[in-house]
């Protein structure tokens, strides 16, 4: 990899030249679905109309409301929609781990919900939607304890490994004469000391911000220039070094949409409707015109009127020839099927960006639908949504938490690692509503099964041994989304089982025993002459 600064700009040009075709294929994207991103190829007035080619703002609703889904059944600001657990699930049973792994969980959502990580992610899906990729940066904050930032891929160039992993990023940005100054005071080229000199304080420099794997990484050595991954700040036009450092972990989380083989970068929904964005576009500007042409048609008039004022204001007066009275155009357009085959291109563009399997997720359950047709509707939409999530997973949230911990560890906002995780490693359980609707098929198929078994358990009792009742009802509450931490452990649960057994038993002997005596004469009582005890104590010699 190289690490000289003409190199890395070399590398960024030769990057950057590969990315036109997308950058173009953005444009195009942005202008009829994301008019707020079109500042990505043009220095745009701050404030300024950006709805010049858009007739009809249904994709832009479809994206927001996509955007809005993910953030809302991923990962919601207000419950939680992930939580830590341990690759060993004998480890996870022990309580010290469950209670660290619990109040570990807790600080990360804290440290998450007090950033700008909401609004980060909320970004991010809005850039998955439009562009099909997502640039999400964490880093300390100064601030808070994380800080969060989002960036267009448009303005970024990524490198992929060998398994298609993101492992180097090189980011284009402009930084004004005094914001360099203030950054990187005495490091920056004479070019720039010259501006702030002569009071070109606003002037704008091209910088790239270089993130990527350093192969001469020695783990012995303990210093910002020596870490897994390099970070260098050069000026793009002169290839001055700016400041160099480092990041233990990869910083930025590049999930992609979609994507297709050979692409390192990704491809969105909004890509697949652009063709029917574009049409119905079209079709909302032609149907608005022969609207406007029914309800204001023009007028037929001879040629001898041309000569006349023509007045067509309410109240106005026409002057015509007598005889040839001006008459309107009749233009008999089918207004209905027109707005029939509109709707049926917005409900298209709807689909496109799942809007249906959010509005059924934030539907009322009593709207009339049973819970078997909600769930219905929802494995059909999920099936399909399914591949998409599971990339979310491993380029977002894995990345994106795996940085947030060792963040917040390496500041000494978590508390010590319990000697009981030692080498264990730590994985996640996502638990947003997508992520349960997902696992839910499995929950609702156990339930099938227990049903039918539950019949038959009526006169077989014994087919219930083939089935681990303990791990199932673990299973099923951890898939549902209930914390692991308000699961009793398989030994305390054991010790109560233990005691409620030897508390029932000597209950029932007590009852016995209580039953016996009951059925024993009370010896105490004089035997009544000629009665069978009597007989019985005076064969034994013990009569009177």
Avoid at 442 to 466: R, Y
């Amino acid at each position: 990899m190289a690490t000289k600064p003409q190199d890395i700009i070399d590398l960024y040009n030769d990057l950057d030249s590969g990315m036109s075709t997308l950058r173009s294929h953005l444009r195009e994207v942005a202008d009829y679905m994301a008019p707020g991103k079109q500042n990505i190829y043009s220095d745009l007035v701050e404030g300024g109309k950006r709805m010049s080619k858009i007739y009809d703002g249904t994709p832009i609703l479809a994206l927001r409301t996509f955007a809005s889904g993910l953030f809302g059944n991923l990962s919601p600001q207000a419950s939680p929609w992930f939580s830590l657990t341990t690759r060993n699930k004998t480890a996870a049973e022990n309580a010290n781990v469950k209670f660290w792994l619990a109040d570990t969980t807790e600080r990360m959502r804290s440290a998450i919900n007090s950033s700008r990580a909401p609004l980060a992610l909320q970004e991010i899906y809005f850039d998955e939607g439009w562009a099909g990729t997502g640039v999400l940066y964490v880093a300390e904050g100064k601030k808070y304890l994380l800080n969060c930032q989002t960036f267009s891929i448009a303005n970024c160039c990524i490198t992929v490994d060998a398994e298609d992993n993101v492992d180097g990023l090189y980011r284009r940005t402009k930084f004004s004469v005094l914001q360099c100054i203030q950054m990187w005071g005495d490091a920056v080229s004479k070019e720039i000391k010259d501006a702030y000199g002569k009071g070109k304080r606003k002037e704008t420099f091209e910088i790239i911000h270089a993130v990527f794997r350093r192969n001469d990484y020695d783990w012995r050595k303990l210093n910002n220039l020596n870490m897994p991954y390099a970070s260098m700040y050069i000026e793009k036009k002169n290839a001055n070094l700016l400041s160099e450092g480092g990041y233990q972990e990869f910083p930025y989380a590049v999930p992609r949409w979609d994507k297709s083989e050979g692409e390192a970068t990704g491809r969105s929904c909004a890509m697949d409707a652009l063709a029917d964005t574009k049409m119905l576009n079209q079709m909302n500007y032609d149907n608005t015109r022969a609207f406007q042409k029914s309800i204001d048609p023009p007028i037929l008039a001879s040629k001898e009127s041309a000569l006349s004022s023509t007045n067509t204001r309410p109240g106005g007066v026409i002057y015509h020839k007598s005889g040839e009275v001006p008459t309107t155009l009749d233009s008999r357009g089918n207004f209905s099927l027109a707005f029939e085959v509109e709707e049926r291109r917005e409900r298209r563009i709807k689909e496109f960006f799942y809007n249906d399997l959010f509005q059924l997720l934030a539907s009322d359950p009593t709207n009339g639908k049973t819970a078997y047709e909600i769930s219905k509707r929802l494995e059909e939409n999920i099936s399909i949504l399914g591949p998409a999530l599971g990339r979310q997973q491993t380029e977002l949230f894995d990345p994106f938490l795996s940085r947030v911990f060792w963040v917040l560890y390496r500041a000494g906002h978590l508390r010590p690692v319990p000697e009981e995780l030692a080498g264990q490693g730590l994985s996640v359980d996502y638990v947003g509503r997508l992520a349960l609707a997902m696992k839910s098929q499995e929950t609702q198929a156990t339930g099938q099964v227990l049903n039918f078994v539950a019949q038959i358990a009526q006169t077989q009792p014994e087919i219930l041994d083939n089935f681990d009742v303990d791990e199932i009802a673990q299973g099923t509450a951890q898939r549902s989304g209930m914390p692991i931490k308000y699961l009793v452990n398989p030994d305390v649960r054991d010790k109560k089982r233990k005691a409620r057994a030897q508390a029932q038993a000597e209950a029932a002997q007590a009852q016995q025993e209580a039953e016996m005596i009951q059925q024993v004469p009370n010896l105490s009582k004089a035997v009544e002459p000629n009665s069978p005890a009597d007989a019985i104590l005076k064969a034994a010699g013990g009569g009177r």
